[in-house]
């Protein structure tokens, strides 16, 4: 993307020499680096990277590595791109500036996201771009940087309406006597020709002039800075058309005998038609972005707020964490909180594309957007403003969709030589055509049919439209692809690993069985052990205390609490060692478990508990599978993805779940720290991604080629992940992967007719088969061409948003009598 440059990486996470070791390994070995030096003193690398390398893989050894860069990113709209050329260009200016570490410019969203070590440096980023001739434009609303396009859409259409009023007497004037005979010479026998000349003169003057004069603004500075791009184009070619006429109109001696011929209505009708594109393309992605508008359009402007005791009507932008809000029966939740009184049925499914409305009762959480039911609830606001998951959602949406496939570098690359060479082809077609003695006439209309006809707008939008459509359509299905780029990943992966609990499960395990060891007080042992569990966060220790405290009364004081990460707990009750956790921690303590039962149920995860060293318990507990589960495997070994399960739970009970799921792969008895070796090892078959939802999770997210966040779960996976399913349903997975590779297909499609258009009709403007077959490109029909490639790209594109896939029908009845 870049020259040659030396980059300055801050690492805040450096603490100690072998880190410095590690770091420095990482570099060197990143592709592109040529030399690093990292300094433990100041926290900083120093890098070198080779010529044309991009600092992203520098980026990625690092936080791979466990010591990822501090950068500082910005987001803002650009005035001035026009066409793929205009991305190229931009982007290699903000490229070029020291301290940036990445940029990319998306025409579809007409915005740039710049990442760059320092802020200083994203300051001079916003200078080099303008400088290149594409200003930032002002942002009126920093939380909301996705432009809204109703002001490019009328603008748009009224220079079409006037550049059309103009026109239209112009072809009638020059045209009009092709279809109705006698036409012209009956206009000629009443005003003269030339005063009907100076008349086509002055209204293609004023097209050009006036709803045509952005060609000229934008594409004369940029000719002049050795920069052409499609304004450049079309204003080379209008300007040829008009001048040549105009030369014939006025001075017809200049020009060899009998060439003397008028294209005013070439040059009026190539403006018009192109100005008509591109308003029709306004629209079409005024339409692309509506997902986001609509999201941004859910939450309410006022909340019934209580206050001292007052319930009064308030902005939300005046709602404090804490308040107390009232929601009556159909309204919209203002904000994030906790219910706090009342009960209902909330609307959830303009999140999480569910449409099963979900209980609310006191202690449940609510989220800003969705609808109440027909219950009266109140609630106390947890999450306000830009911190609302609503607000999230609508930053990842607007991230991904600004984002770039790796798909489109090769497109950059073309584009990035495309108008350079289509004016050369235009030259060498013009002097073609003179060797070949058509005369002057001639090889200027072929020169500025080849000029009018290229299309590098079409290739530009081919892939971000498609991301905006794509992207937006998931957001309404309550798929975040907080990454651009997973969209194009997610549909290449081999292999997708899946966590068990809250994931293939409900989440919310319940003991099915407490067999006590021979001599063991049953009320004594669960009071202790229950008490050891209430200071535990984890599913297996709730479910444990609930079992508990249904045949206990008062639980024993509990001191010196241990939680043994990925085994289980211990603490002291009342002077007595309480030791609680699996098979293995036992094994690891040395206690017999003889005394115990052996076999435990299908499914069923064990407990063990141990009361100064003696094995007293054994908890069989059970985790529901989603209702979703088996028919979201299916679907996915159906669309040939292996399916892998990696779960803390002994190999047996893992295993059951497997053979009931038809799960590929188990890794089981994997401590949270042992989930990254665990995806380490699946990767070896091909690309991976990991679903998970806990805290613990967060770690394999990140190191998957693709994490997956399930909604519900915790916000540190989900900050982790590339896509997020808001829902617990497994069926957006599937739907997540259908969409996937649903975009690819239509940016392969996109391609394919943008790349194929410009072969295809280049060659046919300049003339090549006029020798043999007699065809030729008219200038009008080559901007009618034009208009309608970009036209067919973002239309294409927009049959993303009628996707609607599920993963099949949830299966009925016991599967297999195990749970999980």
Known sequence: MSDARDVTLSLPDLSCAGCVNRAERALTGADGVAAAHVNLATRSAAVTLADGASAGPALEALRRAGYPARLYEDRFPLDGLTCASCVARAERALGRTPGVTGAEVNLA??????????????????????????????ETDTDRPLRDDEDEV???????????????????LEMGGHAVPGFRDWLTGLAGAFPLLLLEFALTSLVLAWPGREFFARGVPALLRGAPEMNALVAIGTFAAWGYSTVAVFAPGLLPEGSAQVYFEAAATIVTLILLGRWLEARARGRAGEAVRALIGLQPRTARVDRNGTVTERPIEEIAVGDIVHLRPGERVAVDGTVTGGSSHLDESSLTGEPIPVEKAEGDTVTAGTVNGQGAVTYRATRVGSETRLAQIVRMVEAAQGARLPVQDLVNRITGVFVPAVLAIATVTVAVWLLAGAGPSAALVAGVSV????????????????????TGRGAEMGLIFRKGDALQRLGEVDTIALDKTGTLTEGRPEVVDIALAPGADR???????????????????????????AETDAAPAVTDFTALTGAGVSASVEGRRVLIGARRLMQREGIDLSPLPTEIGPGRTPVYAAIDDRAVALIQIADRLRASTPGAIKALRAAGIEVAMITGDDAATAQAVADSLGIDK?????APEGKVAALEDLRRDGRLAFVGDGINDAPALATADLGIAIGTGTDVAIE????VLMGDDLAG???AVDLSRATMRNIRENLVWAFGYNVALIPLAAGVLFP??????????????????????????????????????????????VTA
Do not use: W
């Not at 220079?159 to 103009?166: E, F, G, K, S, V």
């Not at 000029?451 to 794509?470: D, H, Q, R």
């Not at 984890?538 to 479910?543: E, I, K």
């Open 109 to 138: 969203t007409r915005s740039a996201h710049v990442t760059a070590t320092t802020p200083d440096a994203l300051s001079a980023a916003r200078r080099s771009v303008a400088e290149a001739g594409y200003p930032p434009a002002a």
């Open 154 to 172: 009328t603008r748009a259409r009224r220079t079409t309406i006037l550049a059309a009023a103009l026109t239209v007497p112009v072809v009638v």
């Open 451 to 470: 000029l009018i006809v290229a299309c590098p707008c079409a290739m530009g939008l081919a892939v971000p439209v498609s991301i905006m459509v794509a």
């Open 523 to 549: 009320r004594a042992t669960l009071a202790a052990i229950g008490a050891v569990e209430t200071a535990s966060e984890h599913p297996l220790s709730r479910a444990i205390v609930r079992a508990a405290q």
């Open 666 to 670: 188990v890794t089981a008895e994997v």
């Open 720 to 723: 982790s992940a590339d896509v």
């Open 733 to 735: 997975l599937v739907r």
């Open 772 to 817: 043999a077959f007699g065809l030729m490109l008219s200038p009008v029909l080559a901007a009618g061409a034009m208009a309608l490639s970009s036209l067919f790209v973002v239309s294409n594109a927009l049959r993303l948003r009628r996707f609607d896939h599920a993963a099949g029908p949830a299966p009925t009845g016991p599967l297999k009598e």
